[in-house]
């Protein structure tokens, strides 16, 4: 399986936050979660990644032809959800770092990253192509017995 045309970030990427998790710093079939699981797991945060931009008026998915300084931080986006999911799935035994909860410190971390991320959609306050096929409502003329009108 590969990720989706519709998500931002790769196994790659993940592996670059948190490959120190899985032996060799990579996701394989033996790990665990195995890459497979990574990539689906890849999806569903772009999905919702993609369903906020909706909700908030942008195109979604973005491309990198349309906005591309957008796009490079959508993969970090999406990449910090990920890694915050990923996270729960690996075993603790796994998890060497000299910290008192470090896997739920880590995992905290990058869902903090990541609502944030969703929160500055949800303001609108990223700079994206906006959907077009969407109206909110629209008002033509003057209101009921207002200035120009006969019936009030």
Known sequence: MATSTNSYASVDHVESLIGDMVAERQFSVSSIPTRTQVEQIIDTVAAEINVALAAASYSAPLSTSS???TYKWLESVNA???AAQVISTVPAIAITLDQEDAANNRAQSY???YDRALKRIDDQKISA???TSRLGRV???S???GPGRSDG
């Open 67 to 69: 906005d591309p300084i």
């Open 129 to 131: 192509s906006r959907a």
């Open 111 to 113: 869902q903090r990253l």
């Open 80 to 82: 910090w959800g990920v």
């Open 139 to 141: 008002y033509s003329g």
């Open 143 to 145: 209101p009921a017995g």
